[in-house]
T-cell receptor
């Protein structure tokens, strides 16, 4: 089992550039979550999908952020234009909700630095 | 609304001594609770979960946690700390819509 896969692992970009983060969930999982982790704010849920449909995007900070899940095996989080305050580690997680099993499995994260 | 409070931001223990990481929760109904561990520059790994079955939950790497409804607590323990346990630990409560609400984390330091 490959687990949740995220790419790139590290991204350094200049302010104003577009950034795209990618996630491949565990095969068969029906929920996908995007989180952001910073020292100041800890772990924050940005958006989550169920069966490829966005369910709750109330955590997305601004219109500069967008997320898509075109199929069950791929999701993207895009920031356009990027700003220095977007610097953080972005995690993707997936889960399969079945009975009392609904724990989330996290990817290794993408460390984003916006200069 | 659900919430969790991790009572200590940092905990230091000597190798071979017990570990206690404290977590209190708030929930309007029977909660689902989790502990995750994050090693430096790594993702989060599930240690254990409570989903209204046994109140004493055993997890990986010798960790366990006890759900105490009367105290609204879900403290994480380990009888004997190992150097490899040094990491950040997160207590999590899950809302009814499968959303996780994270505590602020406890950084565990293990002294040789």
């Amino acid at each position: 089992d490959a687990g949740v896969i995220q790419s790139p692992r590290h991204e350094v970009t200049e302010m104003g550039q577009e950034v795209t983060l990618r996630c491949k969930p565990i095969s068969g999982h029906d929920y996908l979550f995007w989180y952001r982790q910073t020292m100041m704010r800890g772990l924050e849920l940005l958006i989550y999908f169920n069966n490829n449909v966005p369910i709750d995007d109330s955590g997305m900070p601004e219109d500069r952020f967008s997320a898509k899940m075109p199929n069950a095996s791929f999701s993207t989080l895009k920031i356009q234009p990027s700003e220095p305050r977007d610097s953080a580690v972005y995690f993707c997680a997936s889960s399969l909700v079945l009975g009392t099993n609904y724990e989330q499995y996290f990817g290794p994260g993408t460390r984003l630095t916006v200069t | 609304a659900q919430s969790v409070t991790q009572l200590d931001s940092h905990v230091s223990v000597s190798e071979g001594t017990p570990v206690l990481l404290r977590c209190n929760y708030s929930s309007s109904y029977s909660p689902s609770l989790f502990w995750y561990v994050q090693h430096p520059n790594k993702g989060l790994q599930l240690l254990l979960k409570y989903t209204s079955a046994a109140t004493l939950v055993k997890g990986i790497n010798g960790f366990e946690a006890e759900f105490k409804k009367s105290e609204t607590s879900f403290h994480l323990t380990k009888p004997s700390a190992h150097m490899s346990d040094a990491a950040e630990y997160f207590c999590v409560v899950m809302s009814g819509t499968y959303k996780y609400i994270f505590g602020t984390g406890t950084r565990l330091k293990v002294l040789a």
